[in-house]
């Protein structure tokens, strides 16, 4: 497979899945799809992310290797799909303590700004959930982030807040 050429027939579902297939054949494959991730062709990368975040559900054991440049590209990222589908995939890893500290401050930086879009925060207070799991005393700080967020968050945001908070 061309892989640029394909990312850019098309933007639908079916076809993210189709790449997504494609990559979790091989690791060179999803290697390819990667890179093409952590790119600089904005259209390619926000094709590339979410077909990535397709093929994490397929193979979520190969991606291990992908962690520190998941959490590096939140912050610039060029789309921003980047955010979202990285963090759709980091919600489920176990994450090494080494970037723990890193991420964790990103988290909180993001869940703070106003201007972070609302999906990115769902799954970055997930992400963050799942880190103070490990540092307890992280828990009030997280928990005072989400909610000075609730007066002004969407439904979804509020939806998920409301379980992180009843579990902290």
Request: with cysteine.
């Amino acid at each position: 497979m061309k892989l640029k050429e394909e990312l850019l027939k098309e933007h639908s579902l079916i076809h993210a899945q189709k790449i997504s297939i494609w990559a979790v054949e091989s690791k060179s494959n999803l290697k390819q799809l990667m890179d093409a991730f952590f790119s600089k062709e904005k259209l390619v990368v926000q094709r590339a992310s979410w077909s990535a975040s397709k093929a994490y559900e397929l193979k979520p054991q190969w991606f291990e290797a992908y962690i520190p440049h998941l959490i590096a590209c939140l912050d610039k990222p060029i789309h921003g799909s980047v955010r979202r589908n990285s963090l759709r995939i980091l919600q489920t890893m176990d994450i090494p303590e080494s970037y723990s500290g890193k991420l964790i401050d990103t988290l909180f930086a993001l869940l703070a700004d106003s201007k972070t879009e609302s999906a990115v925060k769902a799954f970055g207070m997930t992400v963050a959930y799942n880190i103070i799991q490990h540092y307890p005393e992280l828990k009030s700080e997280l928990k005072i982030i989400i909610e000075d967020q609730l007066p002004f968050a969407a439904p979804s945001f509020k939806s998920r807040a409301k379980k992180i908070i009843n579990n902290l």
